[in-house]
Nanobody
Framework: EVQLVESGGGSVQTGGSLRLSCTAS????????ITWFRQIPDKEREGVAF???????DYSASVKGRFTISRDNAKKMVFLQMNSLKSEDAGTYSC????????????????WGQGTQVTVSS
């Protein structure tokens, strides 16, 4: 069964750090773009970071300089290191996969994990 599984969420104080992981069970993982999205209730899902098959990355303006996305193709994993967390970073973080090109639009992705919760308190 093809799936993505996130882990690493939790509760931190403002200014703290968390590292999220996304583990994939897909063939040819290295050909996939992986994107991290976050969602809070009553708001649209927001893309925060993606990593292309060649390792190139991009970030939303709201997290650039604070979050770092990386991948380990041998382990079929993608990581999201989140530093200097703010209250507005709280939400459910999900990883999504699609072959080759990355896009910020959630409906471009057909493979999603179940999400992991991030809570940031002051």
């Amino acid at each position: 069964e093809v799936q993505l599984v996130e882990s690493g969420g939790g509760s931190v104080q403002t200014g703290g750090s968390l590292r999220l992981s996304c583990t994939a069970s897909v063939n040819d993982f290295s050909s996939f773009c992986i994107t991290w999205f976050r969602q809070i209730p009553d708001k649209e899902r927001e893309g925060v970071a993606f990593i292309l098959p060649n390792g190139n990355t991009d970030y939303s303006a709201s997290v650039k300089g604070r979050f770092t996305i990386s991948r380990d193709n041998a382990k079929k994993m993608v990581f999201l290191q989140m530093n200097s967390l703010k209250s507005e970073d709280a939400g459910t973080y999900s990883c999504a996969a699609r072959r080759y090109a990355c896009m910020w639009q959630p409906n471009a992705y057909g493979l999603w994990g179940q999400g992991t919760q991030v809570t940031v308190s002051s």
